[in-house]
């Protein structure tokens, strides 16, 4: 390994530093991971991978299967036909022995028996194994030819010619004449194919077989690239569009023509693009009405001091109270800010246990009274007929009704009028404020509790409003499991109505 010296970096017994760089490590592990991303499949490849595995352990599988189901099944049937040979050569041994009187001619004339068990081609010059011995177990076969696992036995059971070695179980036929049973023929069943034509046949099974997975395999790469190609087709286009959402198109929108799972993704992908360009025009939208409503107290602000400061004005009393007017605007618009990012961040803090909002009701309205005579605007409250529980923080409840009274003072016009009132059904505590005009058009409704939504068809007098006391509003009610909706007003003006769900006081 290589180490790479700091100059000046030896001790004075000329041995490194600490402070080194090993360089044989570096390099090999950048090798590695150059190594890695070249033989690293994609996505494509991985799927092909993924079917040809798939694919060839289910052949192999299945050719064991067969394989281990076609040996015993042509074992089985090796030994049914050396069963049924046995059984046709009961009758013909029994014709031999009436005929030549005993078994000894077999011994002389061993081919006779080649000729008897079908076997022309065999060897006739060397008898078969002989044996004194009686037949018991089986428990090793040497052959399996039908005609080479076939012994005869005389009527005490003792071997006289044939195929068999050692000690067997065996399949049995006795050979009677005139009812005498003058010998036995003996069966020893097979556990494997020796002769050659079954050894070919095996061979052809085997071959076959081979060439049936080969082409299986074949057949499942071709299909695997196909459907990989596929897949991937399909996906592109979502990737392509995730690139330009990435690099802020949110007008591109996916075609959506199938019901499969990417057909799914596009959708959402869809989806995604519309709600990120609601939330981009949104963005712009707060951006301009906040620069909207910073403008103008920053521009009396400025021109009243440097009236001041050119000696064209006076400081008075009036003048400092028109400039702290417009500096409480700036603060109260800096926390309307702060107050709607932390309920969009659900950082707004709740204390909740069960509050009455019929009283948190009548202090916010007396709260108004000076207001509302300002303004001369008639007042129509019905109050709660009982206590109506639920299960809140009073101080953002408070802060609700607070922005709502707020929200009819800054927009209705002066001379107006405001109805109040509050009810309840089996589930829900229901409050509702209607105002007179000037209303807000039914198109915009859906949006009006939106941050940054300000309607220019309802301003104050003063042409103000920054919009987000009704999205605090909506906030403060969906953290306490609520609904608040808006509608045109009987009054021609706005109606907000607010839900929340009582509180279960039986339990407690």
């Known amino acids: 390994m290589h180490i790479l010296e700091k100059p000046g970096s030896r001790t004075k017994k000329g041995l490194p530093e600490p402070d080194t760089v090993e360089l044989g490590q570096n390099q090999e592990n950048q090798s590695t991971g150059r190594l890695s991303e ?32 076609f040996d015993r099944g042509f074992i089985d049937y090796l030994n049914e036909r050396g069963v049924a040979k046995l059984d ?24 006779h028996w080649f000729e008897l068990m ?38 005490d059971r003792r071997f006289i010619i044939g195929f068999l070695e050692g000690d067997f179980n065996t399949v049995e036929r006795a050979i009677k004449v005139d009812g005498d049973t003058v010998g036995w023929l003996v069966y020893a069943p097979s556990n494997e194919a020796i002769t050659d034509a079954d050894l070919r046949f095996k061979k052809d099974q085997d071959q076959i077989m081979m060439l049936t997975g080969l082409s299986a395999v074949v057949i499942a790469a071709a299909l695997a690239v196909l459907l990989s190609g596929k897949f991937i087709r399909k996906l592109r286009p979502v990737r392509t569009a995730v690139g330009e959402l990435a690099s802020g198109n949110y007008k591109l929108r996916l075609a959506v023509d199938s019901n499969d799972e990417i057909a799914e993704l596009s959708a959402d992908v869809n989806h995604l693009a519309m709600v990120l360009q609601r939330n981009e025009s949104v963005r712009r939208n707060l951006m301009g009405d906040l620069s909207h409503e910073l403008r103008t107290p920053i521009a009396i602000l400025q021109a009243e001091l440097e009236s001041i400061h050119d000696g064209v004005q006076t400081p008075s009393e009036e003048s400092l109270r028109s400039l702290l007017t417009e500096v409480k605007t700036l603060g109260l618009l800096v926390e309307d800010v702060y107050e709607v990012s932390s ?15 019929g009283e948190i009701l009548d202090c916010t309205v007396r709260a108004f009274e000076n207001r509302r005579n300002q303004r001369k605007i008639e007042l129509e409250f019905s109050a709660c007929s009982g206590p109506l529980v639920v299960q809140g923080d009073d101080g953002r409840i408070n802060q609700l009704f607070n922005n709502l009274i707020e929200n009819s003072m800054r927009y209705t016009y002066t001379g107006g009028k405001l109805k109040i009132h509050c009810q309840s059904d089996s589930q829900n505590a229901i409050v509702v404020f209607e105002d007179s005009a000037p209303g807000v058009p ?46 045109p007003s009987s009054l021609e003006g706005l109606k907000v109505t607010v839900s929340l769900p009582l509180a279960d006081i039986t339990s407690r």
């Open 343 to 357: 309920s969009d961040a659900g950082a707004l803090s709740y204390r909740m246990h069960p509050v009455d909002i």
């Open 442 to 487: 039914e198109n915009l409704l859906a949006s009006l509790f939106e941050r940054s939504f300000m309607a220019m068809q309802r301003v104050d007098s003063a042409g103000k409003g920054n919009g987000l006391g009704l999205a605090i509003c909506k906030n403060i009610v969906e953290a306490h499991r609520g609904r608040i909706t808006a509608e």
């Open 38 to 69: 070249i033989f690293r499949p994609g996505l494509g490849g991985q799927l092909v991978l993924a079917i040809l595995f798939v694919s060839i352990v289910n052949i192999v599988a299945m050719g064991f299967a067969t394989r281990v189901g």
């Open 118 to 155: 079908g076997l022309p081609g065999q060897d006739r010059s060397a008898p078969p194994p002989q044996t004194a011995t009686p037949v018991q177990g089986l428990k090793n076969v040497d052959t399996t030819g039908t005609g080479l696992r076939i012994a005869l036995l005389d009527g």
């Open 88 to 111: 046709a050569l009961v009758p013909l041994m029994a014709d031999e022995y009436r005929n030549n009187g005993d078994w000894s001619y077999l011994l002389s004339s061993p081919q």
